[in-house]
Antibody, heavy 121, light 107 residues
């Protein structure tokens, strides 16, 4: 079964750090570009970051640039998001999502169940 | 950044109704548009990509159309399991952006 499972969310104080993980299974992880998308409580979807299959291309939303770092370990079939200098407005459910085609720049066809990040003192 | 205007934000409908949701882009994106369905407490699910291609496993009552700047998602005969929030997304250029969402509720 094709599956993505996020972990690492939790409660953190403003200015703190957190590292999210996304474990992939059921497909050739190393062939696909991957993304992080977040959703603040009661709000819509916001793309956060993208990484190509070989980590050659990395992109960030302006709202997280300089604070968040996306990475992947293809040997471990895992995607990561290191989040530093967290702010209250980073509070959200964070989803990892796979791009549909091997060539990248496509819709997101597989999503994890999400992990909640709460930034509060 | 490509801005998207999705409408309506709330749609009240009955089972069996035909429902149309619109998404307008601030600039042309060819057919690089996707539609997602999200139910409360769940992750989004891909319904349509490339503006009009149905994702595998998605019922045929869902259809998408449009290109350039104007797109629509149509549900031909609303079923009880279709009451959810729907989002459009452009992936023509970075950053990929999502519409504000359309909640389809029971009338």
């Amino acid at each position: 079964e094709v599956q993505l499972v996020e972990s690492g969310g939790g409660l953190v104080k403003p200015g703190g750090s957190l590292r999210l993980s996304c474990a992939a299974s059921g497909f050739t992880f190393s062939s696909y570009s991957m993304n992080w998308v977040r959703q603040a409580p009661g709000k819509g979807l916001e793309w956060v970051s993208s990484i190509s299959s070989s980590s050659s291309y990395i992109y960030y939303a302006d709202s997280v640039k300089g604070r968040f770092t996306i990475s992947r370990d293809n040997a471990k079939n895992s995607l990561y998001l290191q989040m530093n200098s967290l702010r209250a407005e980073d509070t959200a459910v964070y989803y990892c999502a796979r791009e549909r085609s091997l060539s990248g720049n496509d819709a997101f066809d597989i999503w994890g169940q999400g992990t909640m990040v709460t930034v509060s003192s | 950044v490509i801005w998207m205007t999705q409408s309506p934000s709330l749609l009240s409908a009955s089972t069996g109704d035909r429902v149309i949701i619109s998404c307008r882009m601030s600039q042309g994106i060819s057919s690089y548009l996707a539609w997602y369905q999200q139910k409360p407490g769940k992750a989004p699910e891909l319904l349509i990509y490339a503006a009009s291609t149905l994702q595998s496993g998605v019922p045929s009552r869902f259809s998408g159309s449009g290109s350039g700047t104007d797109f629509t998602l149509t549900i031909s005969c609303l079923q009880s399991e279709d009451f959810a929030t729907y989002y459009c997304q452009q992936y023509y250029s970075f950053p990929p952006t999502f519409g504000q969402g359309t909640k389809v509720e029971i009338k």
